[in-house]
């Protein structure tokens, strides 16, 4: 099985962008799909990217998401940030067994 | 409107078993899968298991294999999770969600706390 590694925290400023990253430790990124899940405090988690690059609708599309081969990580960028954006950020993938696995998460502040 | 309404939260013992529920609603069924996802305290998604509300097939994580039991009623759009034996680090809050594709979630319920304490 795989890892996905995600930097523990980000920090950017409202109206900036950022970009957060996620690793896979082995096997292809391109090879299954990546998704991409938002969790403010105390609320269960939003999908805000599937399928590496889909948005939910509903989703404003200062969300967007992406993989580099590469690099063999997928990315999800936020534009134009608001302070309600701040949240925990988890991706998530498989394998050809349907193992999931999910990032350690990633603390978005908006200061 | 899609809706998973999850039961509420649960106090148990060490080696207690533990059922949550999560009654969908909003749309048809038996047309999508279930997974179960928990949250520890303070720390990150873990995915629990998979069940097809179709025919009621299964897919659990390994680490949990032979202790959770998903099921399915169709009759009234409820999907649970029943989880034996429970330690303490079973302390966590449970989340259903419904599967679009193969573990891609669209919508999720609100998140069950189960507590195991002595």
């Known amino acids: 099985n795989f890892m996905l590694t995600q930097p523990h925290s980000v920090s950017e400023s409202p109206g900036k962008t950022v970009t957060i990253s996620c690793t896979r430790s082995?096997?292809?990124?391109?090879?299954?799909?990546v998704q991409w899940y938002q969790q403010r405090p105390g609320s269960a988690p939003t999908t805000v990217i599937y399928?590496?690059?889909?948005?939910p609708s509903g989703v404003p599309d200062r969300f967007s998401g992406s993989i580099d081969s590469s690099s063999n990580s997928a990315s999800l960028t936020i534009s134009g940030l608001k302070t309600e954006d701040e949240a925990d950020y988890y991706c998530?993938?498989?394998?050809?067994?349907?193992?999931?696995?999910f990032g350690g998460g990633t603390k978005l502040t908006v200061l | 409107q899609v809706q998973l309404v999850q039961s509420g939260a649960e106090v148990k013992k060490p080696g207690a078993s533990v059922k949550v529920s999560c009654k969908a609603s909003?749309?048809?069924?038996?047309?999508?899968?279930i997974s179960w996802v928990r949250q520890a305290p303070g720390q990150g998604l873990e995915w629990m298991g998979w069940?097809?509300?179709?025919?009621?097939?299964?897919n659990y994580a390994q680490k949990l294999q032979g202790r959770v039991t998903m099921t399915t009623d169709t009759s009234t759009s409820t999907a649970y999770m029943e989880l034996r034996s429970l330690r303490s680090d079973d302390t966590a809050v449970y989340y259903c969600?419904?599967?679009?594709?193969?573990?891609?979630?669209?919508?999720w319920g609100q998140g069950t706390l189960v507590t195991v304490s002595s």
């Open positions: 969600a419904r599967d679009i594709a193969v573990a891609e979630w669209d919508y």
């Open positions: 909003g749309y048809t069924f038996t047309s999508y899968g």
């Open positions: 069940i097809s509300a179709y025919n009621g097939n299964t």
């Open positions: 082995s096997g292809s990124i391109a090879s299954n799909y």
């Open positions: 399928e590496d690059n889909q948005r």
């Open positions: 998530q993938s498989y394998d050809s067994s349907s193992y999931v696995v």
